[in-house]
């Protein structure tokens, strides 16, 4: 009995996180001011954290159908259907992390995002531009033009 009351309390948590985070991918949809901000403990970077916000639809998929999937393989009949939606699932995760890493697929990114570049593609540019940067500072200072102003 107390597995049930468990699993039962699990699939309700799961459900009312789904609810929540539909309704986070709709906000950010219509490019809404209540849209909620995400707030990673991991990264301060802001590339990261919009990445993740242009998400936030497939990860609202992902775990909206990780729910239905457990909720239809647990409880009724239909658990090859469930079992189906449980791993489908896991490709909405996969597309979460490509539309956070790079921006694509275009389709589940809000439209008013969809110019921006992903976050690896940021990385790479600002690794760029700072060897860049260093390249030029050092050609400068073999020049005897320092930039010091000591």
């Known amino acids: 009995m107390a597995n049930i009351s468990f699993g039962i309390f699990m699939l309700l948590l799961m459900a009312g996180m789904s ?4 309704r986070a991918a709709w906000l950010h949809w219509i490019d809404s001011d209540r849209a909620p901000d995400l707030v990673s403990p991991r990264s301060s970077n802001p590339a990261v954290i919009a990445g993740h916000e242009r998400g936030v639809v497939a990860l609202a998929g992902w775990l909206t159908f990780m ?4 909720l239809l393989t647990t409880f009724t009949a239909t658990a090859p259907v469930g079992a189906g939606l449980f791993a489908a699932s896991f490709l909405l995760l996969l597309m979460h992390f490509s539309i ?3 921006n694509w697929p275009k389709l589940l990114v809000p439209p ?3 110019r921006e570049t992903g976050s690896i593609i940021e990385w790479w540019r600002h690794r760029r531009d700072l060897r860049i940067a260093l390249r030029q500072a050092a050609e400068r200072d073999a020049l005897g033009q320092h930039s010091d102003p000591r």
């Open 19 to 22: 609810v929540l985070l539909v």
């Open 67 to 70: 729910t239905l999937g457990s």
């Open 100 to 102: 956070a890493w790079f």
């Open 112 to 114: 008013h995002r969809r």
